[in-house]
């Protein structure tokens, strides 16, 4: 079974609107840390945001935020005020107290962001 | 700060030729060390991962091997490369500890093509 699951191949955002990537999730481990990493065209993966999965509160930064739902073991993305930089590749990851160093990445989500 | 540094950025290859990938991190001391494998649109896959000089672990059974000779270097080998073994090729470097659960950073990869 996957372990994380991106299910959006691509996604299209007008520039300055608000745009939300899914991620799904499937772990029986109670400790485990989720991750959203962005990936332009130059190749390089840059860390966005992290949730703990005994954070009481959804992840910040910046413009970045997660929506995570423990319950529906589901932690989106949501990104405010697109802009023409956050075109790339998005992907979504966990790691599991019990996988050791073992960090299950999705299968990503492309993002065009229109002028 | 930290920097996490991978040459070279390209490399092509002939098929059965040898392979050095070489990865180094600057602004941190003891890192957990990783090497990833991308395939072209898809996400990545662990390969190797380091807690310490001369600990190597691997996660997929390969001609690949990895190597940690000091503690903020982690080489990527290969002694007869396979055209198989074409990808993206990103080191990645985190702290000790913090339950394992903490981030990772990349560096700008190598791409290698085999031919």
């Known amino acids: 079974a996957q372990k994380i699951t991106q299910t959006q191949p691509g996604m299209f955002v007008q520039e300055k609107e608000a745009v939300t990537l899914d991620c799904t999730y499937d772990t029986s481990d109670p400790s485990y840390g989720l991750f959203w990493y962005k990936q332009p065209s130059s190749g390089e993966m840059i860390f966005l945001i992290y949730?703990?999965?005994?954070?009481?509160q959804n992840a910040t930064e910046g413009r970045y935020s997660l929506n995570f739902q423990k319950a529906r073991k589901s932690a989106n993305l949501v990104i405010s005020a697109s802009q023409l930089g956050d075109s790339a590749m998005y992907f979504c990851a966990m790691r599991e107290r019990t996988g050791g160093f073992k960090t299950i990445f999705g299968a990503g989500t492309r993002l065009f962001v229109k002028a | 700060s930290q920097t996490i540094h991978q040459w070279p950025a390209t490399l092509v290859q002939p098929v059965g030729s040898p392979l050095s990938l070489e990865c180094t991190v600057e602004g941190t001391s003891n890192p957990n060390l990783y090497w990833y494998r991308q395939a072209a649109g898809r996400g990545l896959q662990l390969l190797f991962y380091s807690v310490g000089i001369g600990q190597i672990s691997s996660e997929v059974p390969q001609n690949l091997s990895a190597s940690r000779p000091q503690d903020r270097q982690f080489i990527l080998s290969s002694k007869k490369l396979l055209l198989s073994d074409s990808g993206f090729y990103l080191c990645?470097?985190?702290?000790?500890?913090?339950?394992?659960?903490?981030?990772?950073?990349f560096g700008p990869g190598t791409r290698l093509t085999v031919l």
């Open positions: 990645a470097w985190s702290v000790q500890g913090l339950a394992g659960l903490n981030e990772q950073f």
């Open positions: 949730q703990g999965s005994y954070d009481q």
